[in-house]
């Protein structure tokens, strides 16, 4: 057993790489896998072009289809809406929004943030309600700051100045309104840090209808996952902070870098299971299996993205240089995964000149691949 000295010190040792450490709560290291390869096909337009800039930031799975949301720095006409996808071809089958706002959220104290821009970084489906959704805001800083009773009652939120937002999103007929709205506060020994562009960009909820927020990188540098249990009545409280806790799982550790979790779903590899978090490791090209129960260490698969050539002067199939996952869904026994084309980065890809108009077009790619049964073994 560890004592606490030992526990103390352990998140210094080094382990795999000078790269990664690793939490004492299993004292092992995660586990990883051999590589796998996944090539994607382009998200299309109903024109037949592929998607300009959606800026993609979430993927969901249902009996319909694929849902994405789009985050405030896409293309005009991506804004506030809900693209449903088809799961086999990755064409758009329907667009819905932009969204407006319930006279409810109106009256809140995040009516201008929401009436605006707001920065969508994730979507999950609402565990009490039908054609529901529920969407997380991150980057905030050109808004106007809360002021008056909004600035007292929002004013310690763990994180940034203004607080991160879980928002339900009701589809009326063909509308989309935003129907709800809580503050997230983070708890202040979790230190979270004040990073606008670095906050929360996974939703996950369990079988429990625990909620799983997935953090890009806290005051240390280091992905989190935090927690909250929600109840049907969770957006009746819209004056009063909704409190999230760490989840205490085992995540890796880096001592330098930038490893941020961009998507995340949960997959119960049987009936008895407690669930794994499946989440995407942006900037390292990888997969995370994380245990729910922290029982067992996070088994890591790296990830080697392709995309497809119909020019015959070029490779059918050729290696990305920067993919920037940011859509996890499991849809039965396959991992469907999407790109949030990361501007600085993304002509990096053309190796192709036929390719280049798709690339400049920031259109994004979904990529598929197998669950592997040997990502949950035990040991």
């Known amino acids: 057993m560890l004592t606490s000295k030992c526990k103390k010190l352990c998140r210094f040792i080094v382990c ?226 909704l409190q999230v806790e760490d989840a205490q799982l085992n995540m890796p550790v880096f001592s330098q870098g930038n490893h941020p979790i961009n998507g995340m779903d949960i997959y119960y590899p049987d009936d008895a299971s407690d669930g794994y978090l499946l989440a995407a490791a942006r900037n390292d090209n990888e997969l995370w299996v994380i245990d729910l129960t922290a029982q067992q260490p996070t088994t890591i698969i790296p990830l080697v993205f392709l995309a497809q050539s119909d020019d015959a002067q070029c490779a059918t199939n050729y290696k990305m240089d920067n993919a920037s996952i940011e859509g996890v869904a499991v849809a039965d026994q396959q991992l469907i995964l999407i790109n949030d084309p990361w501007k600085v980065n993304y002509l990096k890809n053309v190796t192709c000149e036929s390719q280049r108009e798709k690339y400049e077009r920031m259109s994004p790619l979904i990529f598929s691949l197998p669950i592997d049964s040997n990502w949950f073994v035990k040991r």
């Open 16 to 241: 795999l790489s000078p790269l990664l450490i690793w939490s004492c709560s299993s004292a092992q290291p995660p586990r990883v896998l051999e590589a796998v390869e996944t090539t994607g096909q382009w998200v299309l337009e109903e024109s037949g072009e592929t998607m300009l800039d959606p800026q993609t930031s979430g993927l969901i799975n249902d009996e319909v289809g694929l849902w994405t949301i789009s985050d405030r720095s896409a293309d005009k006409s991506q804004i506030q809406q809900l693209h449903l996808l088809d799961r086999d071809s990755g064409a758009i089958i329907k667009r819905y929004g932009p969204m407006r706002l319930s006279a409810k959220v109106i009256n809140s104290c995040f009516a201008t943030y929401l009436g605006d821009n707001p920065d969508y970084e994730a979507i999950v489906l609402h565990p009490f309600k039908r054609n529901a959704w529920l969407l997380v805001t991150e980057d905030a800083t050109n808004s106007p700051i809360l002021s008056g009773k909004c600035a007292d009652d929002f004013a310690k939120t763990g994180s940034t100045e203004y607080p991160t937002l879980l928002v339900e999103v009701t589809k009326q007929d063909e509308e989309l309104i935003v129907s709800g709205v809580r503050a997230i506060q983070f708890p202040h020994e979790a230190q979270v840090g004040d990073f606008p562009n670095d906050g929360i960009e996974g939703l996950s909820i369990a079988k429990d209808n625990t909620l799983y927020l997935g953090l890009e990188k806290d005051n240390a540098g280091q992905p989190r996952v935090f927690k909250v249990a929600l109840s049907a009545d969770v957006f009746e409280q819209t004056e009063r902070f």
